[in-house]
């Protein structure tokens, strides 16, 4: 029997909407038919959250976030996911909160990866993610991969873009050429692929468009989601 997904969502909604769609054409993929995807989503309002990350506030997004994995749990979900990146630095806390499995998507990620045998990957997101070891500790960690970031001026750029532009909707081919000539650096210092580490950023810079394998995380977390709901 397929198991029902929690969702928290709204971090921003530009890729939560991703996830709902993701999980369901990935379902119907799987099993055919009309399936598609048991789901609950908790959407948030990021302008507190998105608030409370530019404080330093990460107690209060804490407990916010295991309010809604918990109302999740009370409305029969079986697995919990955060549609985001960024904000599983309070992974830890959610896991507390709950006693049904939380799936992180820097594990499916790490995984991923693993599969192709990639051992050296570039990470693009927030600075949060970039600069704090809540992500790349589990990449280097579990995953046994060598992580590599921008320079300081690209990722305060990539912070910016994300917080000005793609969370808003707005995704210019400017900002993709100045991704990927990112990306480029990266590669050159020995990058074997490129986690797109952001769930907007694969919104802007489509895997074709880049020349080594990109890690799209919304995408990765979904089927490693559905893995879960239908075994």
């Known amino acids: 029997m397929m198991k029902t997904i929690g969702v928290i969502g709204g971090m921003s909604w530009q890729s939560s909407k991703f996830y709902y769609q993701y999980l369901n054409e990935i379902v119907a993929e799987k099993l055919g038919g009309s399936h598609s995807a048991k789901v609950l989503m908790s959407s948030v309002d990021f302008s507190e959250i ?28 079986d697995i919990v996911i955060l549609a985001t990146n960024t904000i599983h630095l309070v992974a830890k806390q959610i896991e ?6 939380f799936l992180h998507i820097a594990r499916a990620t790490g995984a991923s990866i693993t599969n192709r045998n990639l051992k050296k990957v570039a990470l693009l997101g927030t600075q949060f993610t970039m600069e704090k070891d809540f992500y790349t500790k589990i990449l280097k960690e579990d995953f046994k991969l060598e992580v590599l970031t921008p320079k300081l001026e690209e990722r305060q750029y990539i912070q910016e873009l994300i917080y000005n532009e793609l969370v808003k909707g707005q995704f210019t081919q400017e900002a993709k050429q100045k991704c990927l000539e990112i990306i480029t650096g990266l590669q050159e210092k ?14 802007l810079i489509p895997s074709q468009e880049v020349t080594i394998p990109s890690f799209d995380t919304t995408m990765i977390h979904c089927l490693a989601t559905i893995d879960f709901a239908l075994n």
């Open 50 to 77: 998105e608030r409370f990350s530019f404080e330093g506030n990460w107690v209060e997004i804490g407990r916010l976030m295991a309010m809604e994995a918990k109302r999740l749990e009370q409305s029969g979900a």
């Open 96 to 101: 507390e909160a709950i006693s049904i499995p």
């Open 190 to 203: 020995g990058a074997e692929g490129v986690i797109l580490g952001c769930t907007e950023l694969p919104i």
